[in-house]
């Protein structure tokens, strides 16, 4: 098994090495794409956590995955990759942000207030039985109501993604803090108001990937230049590393600390595929037509769900297959991370796979190409967003998430509510 990691490793360095000749030096959704299957590999053939071996098969699937993922990405890019920005028209787009940030504040003061009783409620149960009997009664016990989840879902958890995504950008591309202080602390605390709800970790840790994708934008994937000149947003990153880092040890109860539990978080995926593959729990076509765009599927049947319909949803299926833990090495088990590759194969087996990396891919490519374009605050954020999209395909596929459709729509209506097709500007500049 060695050698079959040894060869993926070299396959996806290689394929970086090509993107870099074509697309140049810069930033691009492909390459992190690509080293963080490198890095899941690497982790694979060191093994310091005692994963068992996964099988050929998903070895086999991996390899298909990336390769049509690649040349979907390159097919359909019409620029290079990221190698220049327009700062002073992102600085300006977040300045004229200031009237309606304090919509957003209002929302989210709402919620707050919406949550409060759970709060009070969740706290106690922290307090008295830890963060991990928490997890488990949000996910196996009855402690929201149908409508309260389908508040979350609608209305909360995308809003709370925007104004995070908003916070960031505000650290990382405007100089002028201070004035935005107010609105960086809101999204510092719907994070953790989020996380507390419901036992998780996601959008905390979501707060330090999107700051990395921002700096690594802003830079244009200059690693150098990110380290010396943006020290002040480096430094406050680090904060916040160490902040978040106590809040996760609450849910750390294996030897490997902090920094273990994130690697075995990301790259445990791989294990788990191996299993539920071995467990025959995948069907193909059991998510035939509504795997792509899943959350678009499930928004609707929730809709007719109101109206006493019963449709089965795209996340129901998906959950079937994934809920339960299964253990992928030695005293570690995991659940909900089987990689993109699952949905894919729900949909349509090997077929199934091939046209979800080919849609994939063509996303991202757009996605990107749209940003660099025109460098308007609407594209970094759908930039940003879809950037951790990619860094989330190790684990999942998160299109099929009916929060992503909320959190597209918001984005859109509240950055530019009366164009949803943002055209290029007029004196945009060359950037091939």
Not at 4 to 28: C, D, E, H
């Amino acid at each position: 098994m060695n050698l079959l990691y040894i060869v993926m490793i070299i396959f996806l360095a290689f394929l970086n090495f090509i993107l870099r000749k074509l697309l140049g030096r810069g930033f691009s959704i492909a390459k992190l794409h690509n080293y963080v299957w490198l890095f899941t590999f690497s982790v694979y053939l060191l093994n310091p956590f005692g994963y068992y071996d996964i099988s050929i098969i998903v070895i086999v699937y991996s390899f298909i995955y990336i390769l049509v993922f690649n040349i979907t990405f390159l097919v359909m890019k019409r620029r290079k990759s990221l190698s220049v920005i327009d700062l002073e028209k992102i600085q300006s787009d977040i300045d004229k942000l200031h009237v309606k940030t304090y919509i957003l504040i209002l929302l989210s003061a709402l919620s707050w207030l919406f949550s409060f009783q759970r709060l009070v409620t969740v706290f106690n149960i922290i307090l008295t039985r830890g963060m991990s009997a928490l997890r488990t009664l949000v996910y196996y016990g009855d402690i929201y109501t149908t409508v309260e989840k389908l508040a979350y879902q609608y209305f909360i958890q995308p809003l709370f993604m925007i104004t995070i995504i908003i916070g960031v950008e505000m650290i990382v591309f405007s100089e002028n803090h201070k004035k935005n202080a107010v609105m960086i602390g809101v999204a510092l605390t719907n994070a953790v108001v989020y996380s507390m709800l419901f036992g998780g970790r996601a959008l905390l840790l979501i707060i330090l990937l999107y700051m990395i994708y921002a700096l690594l934008i802003r830079n244009c994937g200059n690693l150098l230049r990110l380290i010396m000149k943006n020290r002040k947003v480096l430094a406050l990153f680090l904060v916040l590393v160490v902040l978040i880092g106590v809040y996760a040890s609450m849910r750390v109860n294996r030897q490997w600390g902090i920094i273990g539990e994130f690697v075995i978080y990301v790259t445990g995926s791989l294990g788990y595929l191996s299993r539920v593959l071995e467990l025959d729990l995948i069907q193909p076509f059991s998510l035939f037509g509504r795997g792509l765009l899943g959350g678009v599927f499930d928004t609707f049947g929730l809709a007719v769900r109101v109206f006493g319909y019963k449709i089965e949803l795209t996340s129901q299926i998906y959950s079937d297959v994934v809920t339960d833990f299964i253990v992928i090495g030695d005293g570690i088990s995991t659940n909900y991370t089987a990689t993109i590759m699952t949905t894919f194969l729900m949909e349509a087996g090997v077929f199934g796979l091939v046209y979800g990396a080919i849609f994939f891919g063509a996303f991202c490519s757009i996605v990107e190409d749209r940003f660099i374009g025109n460098n308007n605050l609407l594209n970094l954020s759908i930039y940003i967003y879809v950037t951790n999209m990619a860094f989330e395909s190790i684990q999942n596929y998160t299109l099929k998430s009916v929060v992503v459709v909320f959190v597209l729509i918001y984005m859109v209506l509240f950055f530019n509510p009366y164009k949803i097709i943002i055209g290029r500007r007029k004196n945009e500049k060359n950037h091939e």
